[in-house]
C-alpha cells in the first residue's frame, strides 16, 4: 500500500512544482483564478496520460520536465523578439502620420490665401468685367444688324438680278436668281427674323410668278401649236404642223426652264397649302395616307386644260354632273390617259431625260388627273352613304376603274390609286352593310326560284360531275365575286372583314340548306334531298380549294400577325399556331359544320335505302336453305326466285344514287351500302338459317353472279366490299373432308390452353388464309361450320 501513495504524492508534488512555474511565467499576463484552475486540471491530465500510476515511469519525470523547460525558454524568446521589434514600426507611423498633418495644415493655410487674394482680384475687376460685358452685346446687336442688313441687301441684289434678266430675257439666269432666293429662304427657318422671312418670300413669289406666268405661256402657245390637250383618240394628221422645227426647238428649251423653277415652286406651294389650312376643310379621304410629292412644272400645265375641262362637266348643275353616273368621269379620266400616252412618250419624256430628271411623264400626268377624280369620288361617296343602290354603283365603277388603270395605263403598284377612298371607315362599314344585305337577299331569291335544286348543266355529263345545284353554284359565284372585289385592297385587314363577312354568309347558307334539309328528310332518296347533299358537298369542295389558294393563305398569314378578332375569334392557342404553321385553313371551323351535316345526311339516305332492301329481302331470308337440292341434280344455275326483289331494288337504287348524286359522294353512297349489305346478309340471312349443300351453292351463286356483278360497274373488284358474305360462302361450300380437317383444327385451337399439341399443325388463322378467309375469326367459322347441314352420320 506504501507503492501508490508515495506514487500519488510524487505526482502532486510535479504538478505544484509544474503549475507554479508556468503561472509564475504567465503572471504577466495576469490570468484569473479561474484560468489556474484550467491549467491545474490539464497538467494532472498531462501527467496522468504521460506517467500514469507505473512507479517505473517515474525515472522519466526529469527528461520530461526538462523538456518542458525548453519549450517555455523558446516561447519566452519568441515573446520578447515580437515584442521588441513592435514599438519602433508603430512610432514610424506615428512620425510619418504626425509629418503628413503638418504638411496638409501649411497647404490649407497657402489655400485660404491665395482664396483671399483671389476674391480681392474679382472685386476690383467686376466693374471693368461689366462694363466688357455690355460692349461685347453692344458689339453682337451691331453685328446682327449688319448681317440682317447684308441679307436684305443680298435679297434686293437678287431681286434687281431677276429684273434685269427678264428685261435682257435672260431667263435661265433669272432661274438661277430665285433658286439661289429659295435656298436663303430654307437658310432664315431657324433665324426667327420672321419679317425679313415675310420680306424674302413675298420677293420670292413675285419674282417666281412672273417667270412662271411667262414660261407657262410660252408653254402653253407650244402646247396649242401642238394641239394639246389631245381630247379624242389620236389619228394621223393629213397636214403636218407648222414650223415644227421651231416648235419643237421651243419645247426643248422651255420644259427644262420649266423643271428648274420646281424648287421655288414647291416652297411657293407649301406656303400657300400652310395658309390655307386653318380656313379650308379639306375632305380627309380625298388624298392618300401617304403624302406624295408635288406634280412637276410642266405636267402641271400640261394638266390645267384637263382639269378645267374636267370641272367644268362634272361639277356644278351640268347635266353630265350626275350622282347615278360616276361612270362617265371616270371613263372620261381613263380616256384621257389614253389618248395622252402617245404625245407625252414623243414630245415630253425625251425632254426630260435629257434634262436628267427621273420623272415619267405618263405617271405623272396619270397622277394628276387622278387627284382631279379622288377629290370627286370622296365628295361623291359621302353623299351616297344613304343611298344604297347608288352607293354599290359607285363602289362597283371605282373597282373597275381601279383595274383598267392597272392594267391598261400601267400606273405603278406603289402609288395610290383610289381604293384607299374605300377604306376611310364610314365607307368601309358602309360597304360591309350594303354587301351582306345584297348576299342575303340574292340567298333568298336563289332558294325560292324555281329551278334553285336542279343543275344547270344536269344535260351536260362531261360538266356536271359534282351535280352542284342552281342554288350552291349560285351562292359560291356569289362568294367569288365578293372575293374579286376586295382583292385588291391595300389594306389586309379590310380584306379581313370581308373575309369574316364571307364565313357568316356561307354559315348562314348551311343554316337554310338545314333547315330545307329537314322538310326533305322525310324522303330521302328523293331528288330535293338528294340536290341538298350535293350542295353541302359542292360547297365543302370549293372552301377546301379557297383554303390552298394563295391569296386566302395571304390573308390567313395576315390574320395571324394582326390576331384580328373577326377571323380568330373563339379559336385558342393551338388553332392559331396551327393556322401560323399553315397546316389549317380559315374555313376549318365551316367544313367541320359542313362535313357533319354531310355525314349526317349520308347516313340518314343509306339506313332508308338499306330499310326498302332488307323490306324487299324478307322472303330471301326465310327460304328453304336446308331443303335445297345439291347442285349436281340440277342441270344449270339460276338466281333465287325470291332474291328477285331484293336484287331488283339494289339495282334501281344503285342507279337512282348514281343519277342524283355527285361522283364523289355516290363513291361514299355505294361503298356504305355495300357494307350495311354485307352486313345484313351475314348476320340475318346467313347466321340466321341452316344449309344444305345445294343451299349453300344457290347462296354463293346468288351473291358471287347476281349481287357481286351489281357492284362491278363502279369498281374492279366488288366482292372486296362483301368479305362477310364472300368469306362465308367459302366455309360453307367446303367440301366434306376438308370442313372436317378445319373443324378439327379449330377445335384444337381452342383447347391447347389444357392440353399440348402437335407442333407441326399449321395455326388456325394460317389454314384460314389458304382457303382465302381474311376477315373472319376462328370462332366465327366455327359457328358457320355449324350451320353446315351435311356432315357424316347425319
Not at 495644415?105 to 468685367?129: C, F, G, I, T, Y
Request: glycine share 4%; with cysteine; charged share 20%.
Amino acid at each position: 500500500m506504501a507503492a501508490p501513495t508515495t506514487v500519488q504524492q510524487t505526482m502532486n508534488q510535479l504538478t505544484d512544482h509544474f503549475v507554479n512555474s508556468v503561472y509564475t511565467t504567465s503572471q504577466d499576463s495576469k490570468s484569473s483564478p479561474a484560468d489556474s484552475v484550467k491549467l491545474q486540471d490539464y497538467v494532472m491530465d498531462f501527467l496522468e496520460k504521460e506517467v500514469g500510476s507505473d512507479l517505473k515511469s517515474l525515472k522519466n519525470v526529469g527528461d520530461l520536465l526538462e523538456k518542458i523547460r525548453e519549450e517555455n525558454n523558446v516561447l519566452e524568446e519568441q515573446v520578447l523578439t515580437v515584442s521588441s521589434s513592435v514599438p519602433p514600426k508603430v512610432s514610424a507611423a506615428l512620425s510619418a502620420a504626425e509629418e503628413a498633418r503638418r504638411s496638409l495644415e501649411d497647404l490649407l493655410q497657402r489655400e485660404q490665401s491665395v482664396s483671399n487674394k483671389l476674391n480681392e482680384h474679382l472685386q476690383e475687376a467686376q466693374p471693368w468685367m461689366d462694363s466688357l460685358g455690355e460692349t461685347l452685346k453692344q458689339v453682337d446687336i451691331i453685328e446682327s444688324h449688319m448681317k440682317y442688313l447684308r441679307c436684305l441687301q443680298h435679297i434686293e441684289e437678287l431681286s434687281a438680278a431677276v429684273q434685269q434678266c427678264l428685261m435682257t430675257s435672260s431667263v435661265w439666269e433669272a432661274i438661277r436668281a430665285v433658286d439661289s432666293m429659295a435656298v436663303l429662304d430654307a437658310g432664315l427657318n431657324q433665324s426667327g427674323c420672321s419679317h425679313l422671312q415675310d420680306f424674302l418670300r413675298e420677293t420670292l413669289h413675285f419674282w417666281h410668278k412672273i417667270i412662271k406666268d411667262r414660261l407657262a405661256s410660252d408653254f402653253e402657245k407650244v402646247l396649242t401649236q401642238l394641239h394639246w390637250p389631245i381630247i379624242s383618240p389620236p389619228t394621223q394628221s393629213l397636214t403636218p404642223v407648222a414650223n415644227c422645227q421651231e416648235i419643237n426647238s421651243q419645247l426643248e428649251l422651255l420644259v427644262p426652264q420649266l423643271l428648274a423653277l420646281q424648287t421655288s415652286d414647291d416652297l411657293v406651294s407649301q406656303r400657300a397649302l400652310a395658309s390655307r389650312a386653318p380656313s379650308t376643310q379639306p375632305v380627309p379621304s380625298a388624298t392618300p395616307a401617304s403624302q406624295a410629292p408635288p406634280l412637276c412644272l410642266p405636267i402641271q400645265i400640261l394638266l390645267t386644260p384637263l382639269s378645267r375641262r374636267f370641272k367644268y362637266h362634272f361639277y356644278g348643275n351640268r347635266q353630265t354632273n350626275s350622282l347615278s353616273k360616276p361612270e362617265w368621269y371616270l371613263t372620261q379620266v381613263l380616256m384621257w390617259m389614253s389618248n395622252s400616252s402617245t404625245f407625252l412618250e414623243e414630245k415630253i419624256q425625251p425632254i426630260l431625260d435629257r434634262a436628267g430628271a427621273n420623272i415619267s411623264a405618263r405617271v405623272e400626268l396619270c397622277r394628276g388627273l387622278l387627284s382631279l377624280v379622288q377629290e370627286k369620288v370622296a365628295s361623291d361617296a359621302s353623299r351616297l352613304l344613304y343611298d344604297d343602290m347608288l352607293f354599290c354603283h359607285l363602289v362597283e365603277e371605282v373597282l373597275q376603274f381601279e383595274k383598267e388603270l392597272r392594267s391598261n395605263q400601267s400606273y405603278p403598284a406603289v402609288l395610290p390609286g383610289l381604293l384607299h377612298l374605300l377604306l376611310e371607315d364610314a365607307i368601309l362599314q358602309k360597304w360591309l352593310t350594303v354587301e351582306k344585305k345584297m348576299a342575303v337577299e340574292k340567298m333568298d331569291a336563289m332558294l325560292s326560284a324555281e329551278g334553285a335544286w336542279s343543275s344547270q348543266y344536269k344535260d351536260i355529263s362531261d360538266m356536271d360531275e359534282l351535280k352542284a345545284p342552281d342554288c350552291a353554284e349560285t351562292f359560291m359565284t356569289l362568294l367569288q365575286v365578293i372575293t374579286e372585289r376586295y382583292r385588291a385592297l391595300p389594306c389586309p385587314s379590310a380584306q379581313l372583314k370581308f373575309l369574316g363577312l364571307q364565313r357568316e354568309l356561307v354559315d348562314d347558307f348551311r343554316i337554310r340548306l338545314t333547315q330545307v334539309m329537314k322538310e326533305e328528310s322525310r324522303c330521302p332518296l328523293g331528288a330535293r334531298y338528294c340536290a341538298i347533299l350535293n350542295a353541302v358537298n359542292y360547297i365543302c369542295t370549293i372552301l377546301g380549294d379557297w383554303g390552298d389558294n394563295v391569296f386566302f393563305l395571304q390573308l390567313q398569314q395576315a390574320a395571324v400577325s394582326l390576331g384580328e378578332e373577326v377571323v380568330l375569334g373563339g379559336l385558342g392557342v393551338m388553332e392559331v399556331g396551327r393556322l401560323a404553321s399553315l397546316e389549317g385553313s380559315l374555313f376549318e371551323g365551316l367544313l367541320a359544320l359542313l362535313e357533319r351535316l354531310k355525314g349526317d345526311m349520308m347516313g340518314r339516305l343509306l339506313e332508308w335505302t338499306i330499310r326498302e332492301i332488307t323490306e324487299k329481302a324478307k322472303p330471301y331470308r326465310q327460304d328453304r336453305w336446308l331443303s335445297l337440292p345439291s347442285q349436281h341434280d340440277q342441270s344449270a344455275m339460276s338466281l333465287s326466285s325470291s332474291a328477285c326483289p331484293m336484287m331488283l331494288c339494289v339495282r334501281d337504287r344503285l342507279l337512282n344514287l348514281h343519277q342524283v348524286l355527285s361522283l364523289s359522294l355516290f363513291q361514299l353512297a355505294w361503298q356504305g351500302l355495300a357494307e350495311r349489305l354485307d352486313n345484313f346478309l351475314y348476320q340475318d340471312v346467313i347466321l340466321s338459317n341452316h344449309f344444305s349443300d345445294g343451299g349453300a351453292a344457290q347462296l354463293q351463286f346468288d351473291m358471287t353472279r347476281n349481287l357481286f356483278p351489281l357492284f362491278g360497274h363502279y369498281c374492279k373488284r366488288p366482292e372486296n366490299f362483301f368479305k362477310h358474305v364472300k368469306e362465308a360462302c367459302i366455309i360453307l361450300c367446303l367440301n366434306v373432308g376438308s370442313a372436317i380437317l378445319l373443324k378439327n383444327l379449330l377445335k384444337e385451337s381452342e383447347e391447347e390452353t389444357t392440353g399440348w399439341t402437335d407442333a407441326g399443325d399449321p395455326s388456325p388463322q394460317s389454314a384460314l388464309n389458304e382457303l382465302g378467309v381474311y376477315c373472319l375469326a376462328p370462332c366465327d367459322v366455327l359457328i358457320l361450320l355449324s350451320l353446315r347441314a351435311s356432315w357424316p352420320g347425319q
